[in-house]
C-alpha cells in the first residue's frame, strides 16, 4: 500500500501512509487507539472507497473499491466488534459458511444443510474447537462468536488474513489454539497482518511490525529489532510513566453489598462487598462468570436473583433502569452493542444517562446547556474527536470507551461496575482510564473493577475476589496477593 490518505468529517484519518506484508509471515501494526490502523486495514478490505493511493499485490498495480474486490484477491479480515459481523439468530455452521451460502443459492430451490454443517464442523476441527455447528450464534460466549469469524474467514481461500485485535476476548488456552492456527496458516503461505494493544503476544507469533502514530507512519522493523519500550514510546511520542496511579487508599465504611447473587449456572452464590472509596476486583478466566456477575448486579439479566444493599437501604433491582435510579452503573465489556449509542454524537451519549437534566418546559431539551456539558466532558477525559456533534462510531475504540465511561461519570453515581474496561485499549488511554478509576475512588465511590487481565487486578486494586466456574474460590488483599496466587484459583486449583 502505497502513500494512503482517507479523511471523514473532521478528520484526516490518513496521511501518506505506506504499508508492505508479506506471504508467510505474521505482521503487527500497532499504534494507539486514533492512529489509523483499522482505518488503513478497512481500506485493504474495502470498506472505505474514497481513500488515495495505489494497492499492488505481487507487484501489480490492483482496485480495492468493496469488500468483493478484497476477497476476490485473498484479502479476508476479521474485524474486532463480532456482534457487527454475525447474524444471531442463525446458527454457527450458517454464519461460518454464509458467504458460500449466497453463491450456492444462486438459481437454486434447496440447500444441503447437512453438508452446510459437515463443512463448517471440518474448519472447526481444523481450529480445535468443539462447538456446535447448529448453536445459535446469539447463544455463544463473546470468544465463541470471536472464533466463529475467524472460521469463516479461513472457509474461503485466503492470501492475508487481517486479524484486528482477536486474542481480546479469549482465554490463554483460546489464544494458543488461535496462534497455533496463526503459525499453520504462515507456513501455507497465507500472510497475516494482526493489530493487538497485548505487545507480549505480538512478540510470539509475529516477525515484523509497522507502528502508526496520529494517521501516519511512524516505523517499520523486523520485531526483532526492537523492544517493548520502544515500540510503545514511539506508539505514544513520549516516554510512558508509571503504567497504575498512585491512590492514597481508604478503609471507609462498607456502603455496597452483595449477597447471594445467582443467575442459573452462570453465577452460583456470590457474596462481596465494597467499602467507601475501595477498588475491588473480580479477577478470573474467560468464562469464569465475571460478566454475568455484573450483569446480575446492574438488572441486566432477567435470570438473576440476590439481595443487594447501599448504604444500609435494600436496593430492588430488577432492570438497568431500576439500577440507574439507585446510583448504580455499569460500563459493559462489549461497549458497541451495550456501552454507546455508535450512531448517535459523542454529546448524546454522554448526556444519555443524565438527559434530565437538560430538558426544559416538559420534554424540550436545551441544546446549547447539553452541547456544554458534553464540551466539558470531552475536554477533561482528553476525548480525542473533532467536537461533541460527532458520531461515536467515527472515535477509535479507546475514546469510544471513554465516552462509555464518561456518561456515568456525568451521572455521579454511587456504585461503578467496570466490567474489562481496557479491552482493545492501547496503553496510553489505559493510563487515563486508570486515573478515572482511581479518582472516582478518591471521591468515595464504590468500584468493582472486573478484568482478566492479572497485571491490572495487581496494580489497580484494593481487594479481590477471584472467580471460577461461576463462584468465588478466593478473597484476597491485593496487596499480599501475587500472579501466581491469582492465577492458581482462576484456575480451580487449591492452596496448599
Given at each position: 500500500?502505497?502513500r494512503i490518505s482517507i479523511a471523514f468529517p473532521g478528520v484526516q484519518a490518513l496521511s501518506d501512509v505506506d504499508f508492505r506484508a508479506e506471504a508467510g509471515r505474521a505482521h503487527a501494526l500497532i499504534g494507539a487507539n486514533g492512529a489509523g490502523k483499522s482505518?488503513?486495514?478497512?481500506?485493504?478490505?474495502?470498506?472505505?472507497?474514497?481513500?488515495?493511493?495505489?494497492?499492488?499485490?505481487?507487484?501489480?498495480?490492483?482496485?480495492?473499491?468493496?469488500?468483493?474486490?478484497?476477497?476476490?484477491?485473498?484479502?479476508?479480515?476479521?474485524?474486532?466488534?463480532?456482534?457487527?459481523?454475525?447474524?444471531?439468530?442463525?446458527?454457527?455452521?450458517?454464519?461460518?459458511?454464509?458467504?458460500?451460502?449466497?453463491?450456492?443459492?444462486?438459481?437454486?430451490?434447496?440447500?444441503?444443510?447437512?453438508?452446510?454443517?459437515?463443512?463448517?464442523?471440518?474448519?472447526?476441527?481444523?481450529?480445535?474447537?468443539?462447538?456446535?455447528?447448529?448453536?445459535?450464534?446469539?447463544?455463544?460466549?463473546?470468544?465463541?462468536?470471536?472464533?466463529?469469524?475467524?472460521?469463516?474467514?479461513?472457509?474461503?481461500?485466503?492470501?492475508?488474513?487481517?486479524?484486528?485485535?482477536?486474542?481480546?476476548?479469549?482465554?490463554?488456552?483460546?489464544?494458543?489454539?488461535?496462534?497455533?492456527?496463526?503459525?499453520?496458516?504462515?507456513?501455507?503461505?497465507?500472510?497475516?497482518?494482526?493489530?493487538?494493544?497485548?505487545?507480549?503476544?505480538?512478540?510470539?507469533?509475529?516477525?515484523?511490525?509497522?507502528?502508526?502514530?496520529?494517521?501516519?507512519?511512524?516505523?517499520?522493523?523486523?520485531?526483532?529489532?526492537?523492544?517493548?519500550?520502544?515500540?510503545?514510546?514511539?506508539?505514544?511520542?513520549?516516554?510512558?510513566?508509571?503504567?497504575?496511579?498512585?491512590?492514597?487508599?481508604?478503609?471507609?465504611?462498607?456502603?455496597?453489598?452483595?449477597?447471594?447473587?445467582?443467575?442459573?449456572?452462570?453465577?452460583?452464590?456470590?457474596?462481596?462487598?465494597?467499602?467507601?472509596?475501595?477498588?475491588?476486583?473480580?479477577?478470573?478466566?474467560?468464562?469464569?462468570?465475571?460478566?454475568?456477575?455484573?450483569?446480575?448486579?446492574?438488572?441486566?439479566?432477567?435470570?438473576?436473583?440476590?439481595?443487594?444493599?447501599?448504604?444500609?437501604?435494600?436496593?430492588?433491582?430488577?432492570?438497568?433502569?431500576?439500577?440507574?435510579?439507585?446510583?448504580?452503573?455499569?460500563?459493559?465489556?462489549?461497549?458497541?452493542?451495550?456501552?454507546?449509542?455508535?450512531?448517535?454524537?459523542?454529546?448524546?451519549?454522554?448526556?444519555?444517562?443524565?438527559?434530565?437534566?437538560?430538558?426544559?418546559?416538559?420534554?424540550?431539551?436545551?441544546?446549547?446547556?447539553?452541547?456544554?456539558?458534553?464540551?466539558?466532558?470531552?475536554?477533561?477525559?482528553?476525548?480525542?474527536?473533532?467536537?461533541?456533534?460527532?458520531?461515536?462510531?467515527?472515535?477509535?475504540?479507546?475514546?469510544?470507551?471513554?465516552?462509555?465511561?464518561?456518561?456515568?461519570?456525568?451521572?455521579?453515581?454511587?456504585?461503578?461496575?467496570?466490567?474489562?474496561?481496557?479491552?482493545?485499549?492501547?496503553?496510553?488511554?489505559?493510563?487515563?482510564?486508570?486515573?478515572?478509576?482511581?479518582?472516582?475512588?478518591?471521591?468515595?465511590?464504590?468500584?468493582?473493577?472486573?478484568?482478566?487481565?492479572?497485571?491490572?487486578?495487581?496494580?489497580?486494586?484494593?481487594?479481590?475476589?477471584?472467580?471460577?466456574?461461576?463462584?468465588?474460590?478466593?478473597?484476597?488483599?491485593?496487596?499480599?496477593?501475587?500472579?501466581?496466587?491469582?492465577?492458581?484459583?482462576?484456575?480451580?486449583?487449591?492452596?496448599?
Amino acid at each position: 500500500m502505497s502513500r494512503i490518505s482517507i479523511a471523514f468529517p473532521g478528520v484526516q484519518a490518513l496521511s501518506d501512509v505506506d504499508f508492505r506484508a508479506e506471504a508467510g509471515r505474521a505482521h503487527a501494526l500497532i499504534g494507539a487507539n486514533g492512529a489509523g490502523k483499522s482505518t488503513l486495514m478497512k481500506v485493504l478490505s474495502g470498506a472505505y472507497d474514497h481513500y488515495t493511493g495505489d494497492i499492488r499485490i505481487d507487484g501489480e498495480a490492483v482496485r480495492i473499491r468493496s469488500p468483493k474486490d478484497a476477497k476476490d484477491r485473498g484479502i479476508q479480515i476479521v474485524y474486532q466488534e463480532v456482534d457487527t459481523a454475525l447474524i444471531p439468530n442463525l446458527t454457527v455452521g450458517e454464519n461460518i459458511m454464509l458467504e458460500s451460502l449466497v453463491h450456492e443459492m444462486r438459481g437454486k430451490q434447496f440447500v444441503d444443510w447437512a453438508g452446510v454443517h459437515r463443512s463448517a464442523q471440518s474448519i472447526l476441527e481444523r481450529l480445535g474447537l468443539t462447538l456446535s455447528t447448529k448453536k445459535l450464534v446469539q447463544e455463544l460466549t463473546l470468544a465463541e462468536k470471536q472464533m466463529t469469524l475467524i472460521a469463516r474467514a479461513v472457509s474461503r481461500e485466503c492470501r492475508f488474513l487481517v486479524l484486528d485485535e482477536p486474542t481480546a476476548p479469549l482465554s490463554s488456552s483460546e489464544t494458543d489454539r488461535l496462534f497455533a492456527l496463526v503459525r499453520q496458516l504462515k507456513a501455507d503461505g497465507v500472510g497475516v497482518i494482526f493489530i493487538s494493544h497485548r505487545l507480549p503476544e505480538l512478540y510470539e507469533i509475529c516477525e515484523d511490525i509497522t507502528i502508526m502514530r496520529d494517521g501516519r507512519l511512524v516505523a517499520r522493523d523486523e520485531l526483532r529489532n526492537v523492544t517493548q519500550q520502544q515500540v510503545i514510546e514511539q506508539m505514544l511520542g513520549a516516554k510512558l510513566g508509571g503504567q497504575f496511579p498512585t491512590i492514597q487508599r481508604s478503609s471507609g465504611e462498607v456502603r455496597f453489598e452483595a449477597k447471594g447473587v445467582r443467575d442459573g449456572d452462570k453465577v452460583r452464590g456470590v457474596d462481596l462487598y465494597i467499602r467507601a472509596g475501595e477498588i475491588v476486583g473480580v479477577a478470573g478466566l474467560v468464562g469464569a462468570g465475571k460478566t454475568e456477575l455484573c450483569r446480575a448486579l446492574f438488572g441486566a439479566s432477567p435470570t438473576s436473583s440476590g439481595d443487594v444493599t447501599l448504604d444500609g437501604r435494600r436496593l430492588r433491582i430488577r432492570s438497568p433502569h431500576d439500577a440507574v435510579r439507585a446510583g448504580v452503573a455499569l460500563v459493559p465489556e462489549e461497549r458497541r452493542r451495550e456501552g454507546v449509542f455508535v450512531d448517535e454524537s459523542v454529546a448524546a451519549n454522554l448526556t444519555a444517562a443524565t438527559l434530565g437534566r437538560f430538558t426544559t418546559a416538559g420534554p424540550w431539551i436545551a441544546a446549547g446547556k447539553l452541547r456544554d456539558a458534553a464540551r466539558g466532558l470531552v475536554e477533561s477525559l482528553g476525548i480525542k474527536t473533532p467536537n461533541e456533534s460527532a458520531r461515536v462510531k467515527n472515535l477509535s475504540g479507546g475514546n469510544q470507551q471513554k465516552v462509555a465511561i464518561g456518561k456515568w461519570l456525568l451521572a455521579d453515581a454511587d456504585v461503578y461496575l467496570f466490567d474489562e474496561p481496557t479491552k482493545g485499549v492501547d496503553v496510553g488511554a489505559k493510563r487515563d482510564i486508570y486515573e478515572l478509576i482511581a479518582e472516582l475512588a478518591r471521591r468515595g465511590k464504590c468500584v468493582l473493577y472486573a478484568s482478566s487481565e492479572i497485571s491490572e487486578i495487581l496494580g489497580l486494586t484494593d481487594r479481590t475476589y477471584v472467580m471460577y466456574d461461576g463462584a468465588v474460590a478466593k478473597e484476597l488483599e491485593t496487596r499480599s496477593a501475587n500472579e501466581e496466587e491469582l492465577l492458581l484459583y482462576s484456575t480451580g486449583g487449591l492452596k496448599r
